[in-house]
T-cell receptor
């Protein structure tokens, strides 16, 4: 089945220790998104790739970076995680934004 | 004013009754509207999308859109305990095509 896969499902990292979250898709969608969702809050868009074009949200902290080496894969790098970065990180894809987004299962990040 | 507003709930509905979830949005030029269901600890799942004024039905779900009032709703008929979840309203913003989510309404179906 075509899908969006995020690894790992759960990630524990130490305060200040760089961490990378990964996302892959078999839908061949041209747009990939990273959202951060904290408890009882709306998913917050961090950035997205339209094909190879990177688009950063104005309020996304510099601590967050992203890479998309090819159509299928996208990575979220958190350079120095703080306690406030503990959240669910959601990867989503779309075909030029049509018909909404398809989400991966998410990665729950804990910072200790 | 928030771009997408929803009552956070919880909304408690008896099993078998109709659950009505509401959402308002601020961007009058928005054209595409989505409802996602999110179970606790899971990622959002798209259940309905609507582009035109009026009603759109899919099984037990009906999405309703009123662009003049900037209002979109979701009706769930014959509510089941498995419908207990948070329902996120999402609106595709006209100026940049980004989808903006509301905080969600927590729905609890009472057995």
């Amino acid at each position: 089945d075509a899908m969006v896969i995020q690894n790992p499902r759960y990630q524990v990292t130490q305060f200040g220790k760089p961490v990378t979250l990964s996302c892959s898709q078999t839908l061949n969608h041209n747009v990939m998104y990273w959202y951060q969702q904290k408890s009882s809050q709306a998913p917050k868009l961090l950035f997205h790739y339209y094909d190879k074009d990177f688009n950063n949200e104005a309020d996304t902290p510099d601590n967050f970076q992203s890479r998309r080496p090819n159509t299928s894969f996208c990575f979220l790098d958190i350079r120095s995680p703080g306690l406030g970065d503990a959240a669910m990180y959601l990867c989503a894809t779309s075909n030029s934004g049509l018909y909404g987004y398809t989400f991966g299962s998410g990665t729950r990040l804990t910072v200790v | 004013q928030k771009e997408v507003e929803q009552n956070s709930g919880p909304l408690s509905v008896p099993e078998g009754a109709i659950a009505s979830l509401n959402c308002t949005y601020s961007d009058r030029g928005s054209q595409s509207f989505f409802w996602y269901r999110q179970y606790s600890g899971k990622s959002p799942e798209l259940i309905m999308f609507i582009y035109s004024n009026g009603d759109k039905e899919d099984g037990r779900f009906t999405a309703q859109l009123n662009k003049a009032s900037q209002y979109v709703s979701l009706l769930i008929r014959d509510s089941q305990p498995s419908d207990s979840a948070t329902y996120l309203c999402a609106v595709k913003r006209n100026r940049d095509d980004k989808i903006i989510f509301g905080k969600g309404t927590r729905l609890h179906i009472l057995p």
